[in-house]
């Protein structure tokens, strides 16, 4: 896989730019049968999908796929590819009024700008495509559980079309084509008007829900019956929020990326100090976090000129990291790591003269200075550091930094198994069956061009919103549950519980006790842990990376089943006269620290060709003995943190950080697989 860091998706992406960044003009294709005027229940059968789809042998039901328009003013063009399959035959073409009790839900993919067929085609929908190109039936498929529908948006993602000038330019211009969207979908499926509904997604869509929700909040007369969010591992806070602070908590959760070094997690611990990154969550939290304005980003965090030319900035900053380390070793040793770990047992070795050889923290800087290399991107530096110095993973190309996983930190693997729709959905066969359009291509991921410097979405992140939206959401009775896979380092867990933490909700700030409650899957297996407060809910799951339903299927489909469409309490935290306690207990151990620790092994070789390195047991062990005293397991009691510098921000940067992670994914979504 590849990874990485910012900088590899940069160098890899920038090829598809040459396509990506300038959409021209698409539009809907008109399949025979088409019905005149306006979007009806008529539409029905013309959407749905009743030519045979290649591959797919076994029963999908009933299933209905095409554009429908964003209902933008003399812009039939705009639209929204939806694919949607119905949980019971019939459920989904029920007309206006019944089945008001029926759940139906929607899953969006991030990017900015990656197609939500990527989410029905690798986690969460009916059909899977194999490593082979095969497809396959998925048996935790979320429209098991209710009505689903995956949606290309916004405009121009996937298959949806788009005029070309008619990409959104900011998220409220997203949101307000979402509910004209949702304003058409429910011409031709009625009773989804009604019904309750359940807007779920992952990633980059952690910006689109909130915004979507915000517009929604906006309207008196909404087209939909919204009665909860649910976002995975999504962009809710600043990029320093949660890419560069919770890098602390990765480590301890996977501390093989510092090869278990006490003296390398000081380091970092330090560098995290100074850079602000060390906010304390405590139950209840006391005040609002400031806003985090880490004193050194290399190039300047605030200038406009930064902003246009950061990409490249980060870019070469870790190119010339390559360099420096990759000298720095081959000098030192004539030999590199991988070569010198290759000629070697490595159990054998004595640590001592192990850590001799691969750490290197030269000219880095201490306690009291920040690293005048990274400045305070040490989420960047720790990748650095995992890809030179630490086992088993392996810096290979000239280019960026295939080999680290930023969605899932256990996998090593280089180069992934293949993570490729396209042939499927470009088929012609499929294209018809589908209703697809062809003046277009399908992609997994272009890089949306917003209306911000660069393209750039110039919008605020959500965290500057959530008070406002969470008042909202409790006056019209709309839950919110955020959710994590425990693996994912790129919007790491650590991120989003300081993103609920500094959210009012239900009269308080955060949640008023640390989240440590245990939940199952169906075997019974330990899923991860999960909490509630005021319709605020948050799961994290253990085992999945940032794709959580891909890597854990069946774990993602019992936090659907239990959490998001039903109201399992298991976590709730109860007050019955005084006394506090909380469904399903508290386990002080578990979650100790906010860390769940990660697996051992390391997946390590190739997409085919998998092995699992896992460290020495005496490694480990003195790791666990370093960690007793040096990670202090009570959790912290007493108020917020108080000492950062409060400032406006520095959103204009972060977007355009953003901007970096949509690079990324469309890098990843393209290389990338599990
Ligand atoms: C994309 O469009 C912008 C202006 O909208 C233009 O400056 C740029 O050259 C175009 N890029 C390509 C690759 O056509
Ligand atoms: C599309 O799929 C059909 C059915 O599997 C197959 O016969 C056809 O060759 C495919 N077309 C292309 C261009 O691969
Ligand atoms: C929409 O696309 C059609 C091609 O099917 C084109 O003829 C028409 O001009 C487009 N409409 C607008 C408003 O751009
Ligand atoms: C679904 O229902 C329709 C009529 O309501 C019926 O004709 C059809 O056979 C049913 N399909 C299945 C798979 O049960
Ligand atoms: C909250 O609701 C009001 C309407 O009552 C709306 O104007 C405002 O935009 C909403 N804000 C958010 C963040 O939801
Ligand atoms: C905490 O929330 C406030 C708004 O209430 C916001 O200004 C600040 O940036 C947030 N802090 C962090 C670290 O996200
Ligand atoms: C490291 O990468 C190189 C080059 O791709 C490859 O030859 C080697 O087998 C890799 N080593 C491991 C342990 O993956
Ligand atoms: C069908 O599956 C085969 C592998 O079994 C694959 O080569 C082919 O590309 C697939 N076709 C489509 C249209 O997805
Ligand atoms: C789609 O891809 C095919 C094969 O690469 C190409 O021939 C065709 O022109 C493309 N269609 C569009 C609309 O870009
Ligand atoms: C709630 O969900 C948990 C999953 O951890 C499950 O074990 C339990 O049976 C569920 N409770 C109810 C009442 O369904
Ligand atoms: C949570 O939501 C439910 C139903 O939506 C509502 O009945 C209940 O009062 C809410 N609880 C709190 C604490 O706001
Ligand atoms: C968090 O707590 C630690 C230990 O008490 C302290 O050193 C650190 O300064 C605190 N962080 C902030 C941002 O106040």
Redesign the pocket.
Known sequence: MFSSSVPWCLIAASSLLVNAQNLSSSFPHDYPGKPSGDLSPAWQTYFQVTSPLPNISF?L??NWAGNIPVGRANSPNDTLFFWAFEKD??SLTAAAGELNDEPWGIWLNGGPGSSSMLGMMFENGPVHVADDLSVFQNNFSWNKLADYIWVDQPVGTGFSTVDADGMVKDEDAMGQDFMGFLANLVKVFPSLKTRPFFLTGESYSGTYIPYITKTYFGLTDPPVNLRKIAIGDGTLGSGFVFEELPTIQVIETYPQLIGYDPQVYDYFKGQAHLCGYDLNLTYPQTSKFPTLNPPDIPGGSDSKTFMTSKIKSKSALMEAAHARFAQHVSENQGLSKRELEEKRDLVAIKRDEWLMEKRDLTGRGNDSTIDPFYGCLIYEEMIDYALNFSIPWNLTTSQGLDGFDVYNVPDALNPEAPMDASFFFNNDTSRTALHAPTSKNWTDSVRYHFGGPGGQDPSIEPMAFLDELATNATNRNVSILIYSGNDDSLVAHRGSEVVIQNTTFGGIQGFTRKPSTPWFDDDGNFAGIVHQERNWTFVLIEGAGHLVPQQQPERAFVMLREFILGSNQTGLVTNSSGSVSVVGGESTSLYANGILPGQDGVFAGSGTTQSTFTYPTASIQAWASFTATAIPTAPPTGGGSTSQQSSAGNVGYWKGFEALMALLSIAMLNLVAV
């Open positions: 029963d039901g009933r035959n019939g």
